[in-house]
């Protein structure tokens, strides 16, 4: 069985967000924090043997205590986060164990990722060497210009939102991240792509939101009894008993 180990940034700034709590990872989604939740669907995996949560330095203090008993069950290595996304990630990676053979990056606040999706990104990075969870693009889509003016209507075809995970073998994302130069990418497939490695797309689903703003909390909040019930044994946090969904 191959080895992950998966990393989850949760380091920005939340400069959109607005709605409860600190950041976006931090607040409760219907009684559990967002980043536990996510955190949640990997580390009881057989083939997750490291867990990496990457916070601000800015948070590290108040983060350890806000959450000391969640730290208490969660087996998971915490990570001080740069200035990008991408200097977090890196930081996680150059802490990633020698005997780990993929990577995947997740973010922190997709919380509503379900373990049949993760299966199957796996099993394509496996075979491949490397996959993403996306999505076909389905609205149209406008070029606006700074006048707020549409400038062209793009084309759809071919085109694909990505999601995460996000995952590679790990000395594929290493050499990536290596040789990224002065390149700000916005997620791993795009430092692959640049390092010459082909990347497989899998279909994943528009449940795996990403919360950005608050409207996309209030979505999560609505979204999630509708994610796949395949996570709900076994789940490491120290109130589980008290949540009536999970009996």
Known sequence: ?????????????????KGPGRKKV?????GRPV?????????????VVQTLVV??????????????????????TLVLGGKERIDSVQNALAMVRADVDFVA???????????????????AAAKSGAAILGNPVTSTLKRVGSDQAI??????????????????????????YAKRGKLTATDEAQLLEQA????????????????????????????????????KLGLLHPFADEDPRWP
């Open 35 to 47: 980043w536990v939740r996510s955190v949640e669907a990997f580390v009881n995996r057989d083939d």
């Open 151 to 176: 400038a062209a209507t793009v084309s759809r075809d071919h085109l694909w939102e990505a999601q995460t995970p996000q995952v590679a073998r790990r000395e594929w994302l290493l050499e990536a």
């Open 196 to 231: 010459g490695y082909k990347v497989t797309v899998v279909p994943g689903s528009p449940l795996n939101l990403k919360i950005t703003t608050g409207e996309d909390f209030r979505i999560a909040e609505k979204l999630l009894p509708l994610v796949p019930e395949d996570r």
């Open 105 to 123: 990056v997740h973010d922190a606040a997709r919380p509503l990722i379900a373990k049949a999706w993760i299966n199957q990104v796996f099993e």
């Open 55 to 76: 916070i601000s330095p800015d948070d590290e203090e108040w983060f350890r205590e806000k959450f000391r008993p969640n730290l208490a069950f969660l087996d998971i």
């Open 1 to 17: 069985m191959p080895k992950f180990a998966v990393i989850l940034p949760a380091a920005g700034n939340s400069s959109r967000y």
């Open 26 to 30: 931090f607040a409760e989604l219907q």
